[in-house]
């Protein structure tokens, strides 16, 4: 019975080494509707039938694919590779131009993502042109001329080395073994092509065909080429393809590749998804058809041309110069009061210290909240500069997506993603909502602490919220936590001095060295330990109607530490349903941030592990210096900040005021 095993054993282990060498040197591909080995990128995606779109007719786009594992290519293992695949290049119609093409690529990196459309391929960014150590090889099919590269007049097939101006190009054909001559082959015909790359460790061949036809006994392209100097140890194999202003759709039918040619599998041509035809060019109408049809039309059109007055000054709106270096997407004022039901009081959902703020639907059924400021307000206009500057760089699955604006007179409107939930305030302290669970809270604040880690180190520049409390972080369908309002944020270039500026927030969120030195990461770490206070011991850090002992939380806390009773701070519609460990953790994390010495609270990546228990909370006492220190920031205290003026060539007009809120807004 033991041998029997032992035998067992034995082959399985022989299988799985046998199932594992087959993996690592191959794979085929007759359609992807199963592919979860294929990574894609861009604009590419997967179609229903087994389609692999890398491009559409959109312009100044790149699409990737590759297979997700990489291959040796090391000096012990063979440099050598075979592969088949079956393209189609689509233009928008029949007979027109398209671009720019689709190219093979065997590159030592998978993310390609800092390449450049158009001639470029999506392979290529200028950087890295020319140079050794981009290590890219790429067998182009190139539908486009480009007189930098040096390129031939038509579409043409080319090798490239680090580099996209090619080593070796020709025009697209094929040899005919019936014929026995070179036959022509059109890139932009909306058919599918077979194309092979073969390399047996010397010489590079690249062949092309028709579908209907088997590979060619010549190569349209052969070059000696030495991969080992290119090549890295590990090598991922993918396609890449691109558009400019020359459109194309560019698709994978199917692919095979192999590092030894005996072990390449044969493509199954029978099982390859139709590839959906371009467009025929409408017939022109004639010109006295197109008279006739003008006549009718100039009537019609100085009717609507009336109403189109009439409604364009009901819905005008306000546009200048400086609006357009940001660039965000702007809706219609029309659109926004269709949405809102004219603005209905039936849609409204809340009322800021700026404005009013309205739920939306849009004609496609997204459902949308429209912030309402005045256009007169000297704050509402620099927050509306603040969020409209905010929108187009910050990208976070814990931030609320800031979709567009719209600009009227007398008015700003905001459009930002609704949440459903609302606000987090309204649940710790409105009795009309349930209260939150602990795990609820752990779960939102650690949403929080990721989206601020993400403000100061992640997005293109550092981002000072100044701003950060429970009636800010909104909630998703899911109870996902979401920071909002921006309308206080600050954006300073990595590595630059953060200038001080003036003082702005919500009393019991605000640290203390906001009077001297100004705004800094330290100043938003202490508004996210007052938060995580708040929503643990469910009180507002500074509430003016509880008793003196008990106004300031963060004070408090320290007491109640300092007695032996830190659990006893916490929110009593807990109930018991809490760890006493994590509780007790996150109090002090919240101590730590609020510490009185800024050089003395953690920066949020850390805060981040500490949440996540990735990393120990370090050991401090209640006595560590700034611990005890409570010093917060007063409104007799506001009165000695200087005021700085906002120095911006586009809103001059407007400066810098000092704004601190009362508890909560």
């Not at 590839?275 to 006739?292: S, Y």
């Not at 209905?344 to 210290?353: A, E, I, P, S, T």
């Not at 459902?367 to 400021?373: D, E, M, P, W, Y």
Request: glycine fraction near 8%.
């Amino acid at each position: 019975m033991a041998c029997k095993l032992h035998l067992v054993l034995i082959f399985s282990c022989v299988y799985l080494i046998c199932l594992s060498g087959q993996q690592d040197t191959g794979f085929v591909y007759n359609g992807f509707d199963q592919a979860d080995d294929i990574f894609i990128d861009g604009n590419a995606r997967i179609l229903p039938g087994g389609l692999l779109q890398l491009t559409n007719t959109t312009e100044l786009q790149m699409g990737h694919a590759f297979f997700k594992q990489p291959f040796d290519f090391d000096q012990s293992s063979s440099l050598s590779f075979y592969t088949h695949f079956v393209c189609a290049l689509v233009p928008p119609k029949l007979g027109a131009d398209g671009g720019h093409g689709i190219a093979f690529v065997v590159s030592p990196s998978m993310d390609l993502s800092l390449a450049y459309a158009t001639q470029y391929m999506g392979v290529f960014s200028i950087p890295t042109n020319g140079t050794f150590s981009s290590h890219l090889l790429a067998i182009e099919l190139d539908t486009v001329k480009t007189v930098e590269f040096n390129e031939l007049e038509k579409p043409h097939v080319g090798i490239d080395v680090n580099s996209p101006i090619s080593v070796e190009s020709a025009l697209p054909s094929y040899f005919s073994n019936a014929f026995r001559k070179n036959i022509s082959i059109n890139l932009l015909s909306g058919e599918p092509i077979q194309v092979w790359v073969d390399y047996d460790g010397l010489l590079l061949n690249v062949s092309l065909a028709p579908i209907e036809i088997e590979k060619p006994n010549r190569p349209l392209l052969s070059r000696a080429i030495n991969l080992s100097e290119i090549f890295q140890d590990k090598m991922y194999v993918g396609f890449s393809a691109s558009t400019g202003n020359m459109l194309s759709n560019h698709y994978i039918l199917g692919w095979s590749f192999s590092k030894s040619k005996k072990l390449l599998q044969t493509l199954d041509l029978s099982k390859l998804a139709q590839v959906p035809l371009p467009r025929e060019e409408k017939k022109k109408l004639p010109p006295l058809l197109i008279g006739l049809v003008v006549l009718l039309v100039i009537p019609v059109l100085m009717i609507l041309g009336g109403v189109y007055l009439y409604r364009r000054n009901k819905f005008a709106e306000v546009r200048e110069s400086w609006e357009k270096e940001y660039g965000p997407h702007r809706f219609s004022y029309k659109s926004l009061y269709k949405a809102t039901n004219g603005f209905g009081k039936d849609c409204r959902v809340g009322k800021g210290g700026f404005g009013e703020v309205y739920k939306g639907t849009l004609p496609q059924g997204r459902h949308i909240a429209v912030k309402r400021l005045s256009h007169d307000a000297e704050q509402g206009m620099k927050q509306f500069v603040a969020e409209v500057v905010t929108m187009g760089n910050l990208q976070h699955r814990n931030l609320v997506p800031l979709l567009g604006y719209c600009r009227r007179k007398g008015e700003l409107l905001l459009v930002s993603e609704y949440m459903p939930k609302g606000s987090l305030d309204q649940y710790l302290f409105r009795n009309q909502h349930p209260s939150p669970s602990w795990l609820q809270r752990i779960s939102i604040v650690k949403d929080i602490g990721s989206a601020i880690s993400y403000l100061h180190t992640g997005a293109k520049q550092v981002v000072l919220h100044r701003d950060i409390k429970a009636s800010n972080v909104m909630l998703d369908s899911k109870f996902n936590g979401r920071l909002g309002d921006f309308g206080m944020a600050k954006f300073y270039d990595h590595g630059a001095n953060l200038s001080a500026t003036a003082a702005v927030g919500t009393i019991g969120y605000m640290a203390p060295e906001l009077i001297t030195t100004g705004t800094s990461t330290k100043t938003d770490v202490y508004a996210f330990g007052a938060f995580l206070l708040e929503v643990i011991c469910g009180r507002r850090p500074f509430d003016p109607e509880m008793p003196v002992e008990k106004r300031h939380l963060v004070k408090w806390v320290c007491e109640c530490w300092k007695r032996g009773s830190l659990l006893e701070t916490r929110d009593p519609r807990l109930g018991g349903e809490f760890l006493s460990e994590e509780v007790e953790m996150v109090l002090k994390l919240g101590l730590l941030c609020t510490n009185a010495m800024p050089e003395s609270r953690p920066a949020m990546g850390q805060v981040v592990q500490y949440l996540s228990m990735d990393l120990p909370l370090p050991e401090f006492l209640l006595y560590s210096p700034g611990i005890g220190s409570f010093m917060p920031v007063s409104m007799e205290a506001s009165s000695a900040i200087v005021i700085p003026s906002l120095r911006s060539s586009s809103f001059s007009m407007f400066v810098t005021h000092t704004v601190i809120d009362g508890p909560g807004r």
